[in-house]
């Protein structure tokens, strides 16, 4: 059972030196490594683990295609103005063939876990003679995850795997009493930047997660080039989370005259505290609009937009 830290609990600065001690005394004069996606978890455990060791952490981006546009570009230049080299290393290949032809959600997720924990990152482990690998697991993960409404692709303990056997390395989670209200006060506190730590949250699978149906750099590439202006388009709406959706069914619409069996994007944006439970934002029907015109315009193959506005539950704020 472990115990949540609540924000009337919670003191940075006490929580930072606290586990900064603490996985210094689990890593010894061993060496660490962590990987960073750029989410507000990952990015905190980062700062957090540089602190406490230093030179003995290595920070990797495994770039897996799924990401946001620019993104590794990005987030290594954001840390690098912090002090923290990140080193990108190129897995593109290895996920897609990993999620090829497979359109069960859980299924993909198993996917994705596999070939990061046990191929791609094991291998950097295994050439960096790590034994520790540090994780932005936070408590929202373990809880989902325990009660079956969706496998978080970091949580392995509280589902009796051992990492160690499964997969040669022990992995400390000092965020795991957290939830992400929390986290984004101790990520502020350890010195990083608004944008970042006020970022909406982003999920492992990164952008697999908004595929449904068979994940294909084709595809992807859709779902990013939609992602990009949801994203612009909602970024002052105060909102917990948004995102844009490509489905797998196809719709008959018409182009040049001409009939298009074309592609579908689905927005969502959410207001929500801790993802826990969540209502989709009223947006005006302008910015909906203004939304739909510009994927039309921008990406293509898209010839029908939707605006979910089913709530969380029954619906999730991921597709998958
Ligand atoms: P759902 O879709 O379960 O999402 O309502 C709740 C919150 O969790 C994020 N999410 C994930 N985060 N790994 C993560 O780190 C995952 O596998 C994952 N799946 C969903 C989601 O974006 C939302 O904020």
């Not at 957290?178 to 350890?190: F, M, N, P, T, Y």
């Amino acid at each position: 059972m472990i115990k949540e830290i609540t924000l009337q609990e919670l003191d940075p600065a006490k929580f930072i030196s606290e586990k900064a001690e603490e996985i210094k005394k689990v890593v010894g004069d061993g060496i660490a490594i962590n990987a960073l996606s750029g989410g507000v978890d990952s990015s905190t455990v980062t700062m957090l683990g540089h602190k406490a060791l230093g030179q003995q952490l290595k920070t990797v981006f495994i770039e897996n295609g799924l990401m946001r546009q620019g993104e590794s570009v990005n987030v290594a230049d954001l840390f690098k103005k912090l002090g923290v080299i990140v080193e990108v290393v190129d897995a593109r290949q290895e996920f897609f063939d990993a999620l090829r032809n497979i359109t069960d959600p859980e299924e993909k997720r198993e996917a994705i876990t596999q070939t990061f924990y046990r191929n791609v990152f094991g291998r950097i482990v295994r050439e960096s003679g790590a034994k520790f690998l540090l994780q932005g697991t936070i408590l929202t993960d373990v809880d989902e995850t325990v009660a079956g409404i969706k496998r978080q692709h970091n949580v392995f303990e509280q589902l009796g795997i051992d990492p160690q056997d499964a997969f040669g390395y022990r992995i400390l989670e000092p965020l795991v009493q957290l939830r992400k209200d929390g986290v984004r006060i101790v990520g502020s506190a350890l010195g990083l930047p608004v944008e970042l730590f006020e970022r909406i949250p982003f999920p492992g699978p990164a952008l697999s997660a908004r595929v449904i149906g068979e994940v294909t750099p084709e595809r992807i590439e859709t779902v990013r080039k939609a992602t990009v202006i949801v994203e612009n388009a909602l970024k002052n709406t105060g909102a917990f989370q948004y995102m844009a959706i490509l489905h797998e069914d196809r719709v008959t619409g018409m182009r040049d005259g001409k009939r298009d069996f074309g592609q579908q994007i689905e927005i969502r944006c959410w207001d929500s505290v801790d993802a826990r439970i969540a209502t989709p934002t009223r947006l005006s029907f302008d910015t909906l609009e203004q939304m739909s015109q510009e994927i039309i315009r921008k990406v293509p193959g898209v010839v029908s937009v939707t605006y979910n506005i089913a709530p969380k539950p029954p619906s999730t704020i991921e597709a998958i």
